[in-house]
């Protein structure tokens, strides 16, 4: 939600800041803007609404051509305060034109904080949060000047800004520049991510590691309440108190080519078609199949207390609230532990009971999502051991819990998430079996387990290969404006996640339910020609989705059935089938997901519609 790139060092700023926002436009796509500050202390700014390519022909066609600047910052924007149109775009800038800001979260008090400085006499042009800061910054820069308030060693910049959070309520990434001081970038977060590539005698600071890498692979990961004034030949870093810190610089885990398409056209795609091996890595060294072993050494220091834990609570938002739900019938069936899943924006608020042996475990492929971060935190006040299940490494939500199990499901940048599902729902799998193994379950049962996940990557290729026959049968209905999708046990949260990809990136109307919640009013809508989609795999309830399939077919619903190879009979009820591999219940929502991502997937291009980037969205929603 909101990338930012920030440059500081010997190259031009321009290239290096416009490629970073290409990087990182799944954050936010509605403005962009770029800000460089030239030798002489002139500040250039240009802005648009849309896409970075429109950003860029803006710079092109623009009158001035942008000088060769060695300093600057760039913004893509996800609109919170103030329509995405250019006055609203990032960067914004103090009224008297010292100081530029790009910003990514929410300064909650900026109402406050305007009227103050309005009836200072300041000026603002337009509606968003940012200029307030800029303004608030501007101000504090000027009064500091006017007194000569310039501590040994210290920016005066970086002093204005350390003011000017002090004053400032919500979250923020932020980076800042001042005409009065060329050769100095200032970035600072509360809340929202910051990274700092460190280079030889550069900088380059980002929302996340995608816009970074290309340069260097050493960072710094600030952490909230931190900032860093950087020049091209020194950097210190210390708190918004001035507490100096000592920088802990570590390697980046991912290489560039992880970031790029490769031969495929969408993200998405690409993402889809990389499950098999995400999942290899994310079981790797943590399933020892000949010893019939679950390992994870990521949670081992907590063992005794996460078997004797009386109540786990599962939480995320999104795609990571459905694998939540896939966990929290993983976690009874597996682990016989009392488990529940809950929105994380509707943990937070409340007041949620946490009893003693609580354990919160949160879900989220970026480690960032504000309303999951917040539930973390609200429920370690109420005394929970907390766990994360995460993707970034380094992200706030990794680092605020007491211990977790990474994806390493690799950079997922669709915005429509695929891989992180499938690798979430593979990490809950291992979860609940290494805690099962050690209270009820058999040695049998668990290399049962064992041995079914193992075979899940060459299982899931086997589904990949059709994705020609999903396209077929999307292509029949892709036109239809509905469509349902049904699923009993551990496949209702598979139709949801199923009706919410198809929603997200086609814009269908789509819904997914228990199928036997339908008849209680859904059923209702069922018309003839009506696109439904059933997870019918072979299991405990598998006639009573017949049943359910007969429901719909009698009202001229169409089906498209999600079966298990070699189920001849579902072909009596169903209009078009898909097949996966028979493998045990608990596993079945790893390869049921994957046609409907297909299906989503397909759809969305045959409608025209941008797969990586849809309407309204944001890979990582950073803000409530
Ligand atoms: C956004 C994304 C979803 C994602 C959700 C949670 O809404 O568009 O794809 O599932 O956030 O994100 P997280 O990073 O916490 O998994």
Redesign the pocket.
């Known amino acids: ?1 909101c990338g930012i790139v920030a440059y500081v060092g010997r190259k031009i700023a321009q290239p290096l800041l416009i490629e970073g926002l290409k990087r990182l436009e799944y954050r936010g796509y509605d403005s962009a803007g770029i800000a460089v500050l030239d030798q002489k202390g002139q500040m250039h700014i240009r802005r648009a609404v849309g896409r970075i390519s429109v950003l860029e022909n803006a710079i092109n066609t623009h009158a001035h051509p942008l000088p060769e600047a060695h300093i600057g910052m760039a913004h893509t924007r996800w609109a919170t305060h103030g329509a995405p149109t250019e006055v609203n775009a990032h960067p914004h800038c103090d009224d008297g034109g010292h100081i530029a800001v790009v910003h990514n979260g929410i300064i909650e008090n900026y109402s406050v904080l305007k009227k103050f400085l309005s009836e200072k006499g300041h000026t603002f042009s337009s509606q968003t949060d940012t200029e307030v800061l800029a303004m608030l910054i501007g101000d504090l820069y000027l009064e500091l000047k006017a007194k000569n308030h310039l501590a040994k060693g210290a920016s005066l910049l970086q002093r204005a800004v350390q003011a000017a959070l002090h004053e400032v309520e919500g979250t923020y990434g932020i980076a800042v520049v001042c005409k009065d001081e060329p050769d100095t970038l200032v970035v600072a977060r509360k809340g929202s991510p910051l990274i700092i590539g460190v280079g030889d005698d550069e900088y380059v600071v980002a929302s996340d590691a995608s816009a970074i890498v290309e340069h260097t692979q050493q960072v710094i990961y600030l952490n909230d309440n931190e900032m860093a004034v950087l020049k091209p030949s020194s950097f210190k870093t210390c708190t918004i108190d001035d507490m100096e810190i000592s920088p802990v610089i570590t390697q980046l885990e991912h290489k560039l080519e992880e970031y790029e398409l490769g031969e495929y056209e969408h993200y998405m795609l690409k993402e889809i078609f990389e499950q098999p091996n995400a999942i290899k890595n994310c079981l790797r060294g943590r399933v020892e199949q000949r010893e019939g072993r679950i390992v994870l050494g990521g949670v081992s220091e907590l063992t005794k207390q996460l078997v004797s834990a009386r109540r786990f609570i599962l939480t ?8 939540g739900l896939v966990g929290d019938y993983l976690m009874e069936d597996l682990a016989k532990v009392v488990t529940e899943c809950q929105y ?1 924006s509707e943990f937070r608020y409340r007041n949620p009971l946490v009893e003693e042996n609580t354990v919160v475990v ?8 504000a ?2 971060l917040a539930a973390l935190r609200e429920a370690k006040d109420k005394g929970a051991t907390a766990l994360g299940v ?3 490494v380094g992200s706030t ?1 990794a680092r605020e819990t007491d211990a977790g199990i990474y994806l390493h499901a690799g950079p ?1 940048i669709g ?3 695929t891989k ?2 499938t690798c ?1 729902c593979v990490v809950l799998t291992m979860l609940a079996t290494y805690l099962g193994r050690r209270k009820f379950m058999s040695q049998t049962q668990c290399q049962e387990m064992i041995d079914g996940l193992c075979a899940i990557p060459e299982q899931m290729k086997r589904v990949l290969e059709q994705s020609d026959v999903v396209k077929d049968i999307t292509n029949k209905f892709c036109e239809r404006e509905n469509w349902l999708f049904l699923g009993r046990g551990y496949h209702y949260p598979v139709a949801l996640e199923g009706a ?1 990809k198809l929603k ?1 990136i086609s814009y269908i109307h789509a819904e997914g339910m228990p199928a036997a919640e339908m008849k209680h009013g859904p059923i209702a809508l069922i018309h003839e020609g009506m696109p439904v989609v059933f997870i019918a795999t072979k299991g405990s309830q598998y006639d009573k989705v017949i049943s359910n399939i007969e429901e719909v077919r009698a009202r001229g619903g169409v089906i498209i059935a999600i079966a298990t190879e070699n189920d001849a009979n579902i072909r009596r009820y169903s209009d078009h089938v898909v097949y996966v591999p028979d493998v045990l219940e608990p596993l079945q929502p790893l390869l049921s997901v994957v046609p409907l991502q297909l299906i989503a997937y397909h759809a969305a291009v045959a409608r025209g519609c941008n797969v990586d980037k ?1 309407r309204n ?5 950073t803000v409530e």
Do not use: R, Y
Request: zero cysteines; hydrophobic letters at 45%; glycine letters at 8%.
């Open positions: 939600m995320g938002q999104g795609t990571a609230w459905h694998a994380a949160a879900i989220s492929q970026s480690g960032e999502t309303d999951t995460v993707n970034v939500i997922e915005v429509a998430s992180a599902f979430q919410l997200e849809p969205l944001a890979k990582s929603v």
